[in-house]
C-alpha cells in the first residue's frame, strides 16, 4: 500500500476549508493511489505538491513554460517523463523506489470559480477533477491524441466516481 504524502499550500487549505466545508486530503490520497495502481506502480512513500495562484500569475507560468498566452485552470509539472514513468511498473521488485516525488500541481481557483459556475458543477467536485487530471499528467497521460484523451478522461471518470463527484450531467 503506497503511503501519499500531501503538501497543500496554505492559501488552498483555507480556501477548502472555507468554500468546501471538507478537508480533500484523503480524497486527493486516493486520487493518487488509483492512478498510481492504474500505472501499476507500487511505491512506498509517494509525494504531491499542490498549490494554488491567481489569475494573472497562472496566465505568466502558462506562457513562460507552455508558450500559451493565458490563463488555464490547472497546469501540471511532473518529475518524471512519460517513458520514465511507464518503466516503473516493469522494475525487478529489489529495484523498484522506496520514495517517489511525483511533482507538482498548480490550482487557479478564480479559473475553477468560474468553470463551477460555467458547468454548474460546484467548487469541490470542480477543484478535485482540475486535481485528478494534473494527477494525471503528473503520471504520463495526455490528452492531445483521441486514444490518449478516451483513456485519461476514462481513468478521471473512474477516481471521481470513486471519490463520489462523478460525471454531473446536466
Do not use: W
Not at 503511503?3 to 497543500?8: A, C, F, S
Not at 505538491?49 to 493565458?70: G, L, M
Amino acid at each position: 500500500m503506497n503511503k501519499i504524502n500531501v503538501d497543500l499550500d496554505e492559501e488552498l487549505v483555507r480556501y477548502i476549508k472555507e468554500k468546501c466545508k471538507k478537508d480533500i486530503t484523503k480524497d486527493i490520497e486516493v486520487i493518487v493511489s488509483i492512478a498510481l495502481d492504474e500505472k501499476k506502480i507500487k511505491d512506498e512513500n509517494v509525494s504531491i505538491s499542490i498549490s494554488a495562484v491567481s489569475k494573472e500569475e497562472i496566465h505568466k507560468i502558462n506562457k513562460e513554460y507552455r508558450n500559451v498566452d493565458r490563463p488555464t485552470d490547472v497546469l501540471s509539472f511532473p518529475i518524471f517523463s512519460r517513458e520514465e514513468i511507464n518503466n516503473f511498473c516493469n522494475l525487478d521488485e529489489d529495484k523498484k523506489v522506496k520514495e517517489m516525488e511525483l511533482g507538482d500541481i498548480i490550482l487557479c481557483i478564480d479559473i475553477l470559480q468560474e468553470h463551477a459556475q460555467e458547468y454548474n458543477t460546484g467548487i469541490l467536485r470542480e477543484m478535485l477533477y482540475m486535481i485528478t487530471h494534473g494527477v494525471c499528467h503528473l503520471l504520463g497521460y495526455d490528452h492531445e491524441i483521441k486514444q490518449e484523451k478516451e483513456q485519461m478522461r476514462s481513468l478521471e471518470e473512474k477516481i471521481l466516481e470513486k471519490i463520489g463527484v462523478g460525471r454531473i450531467d446536466g
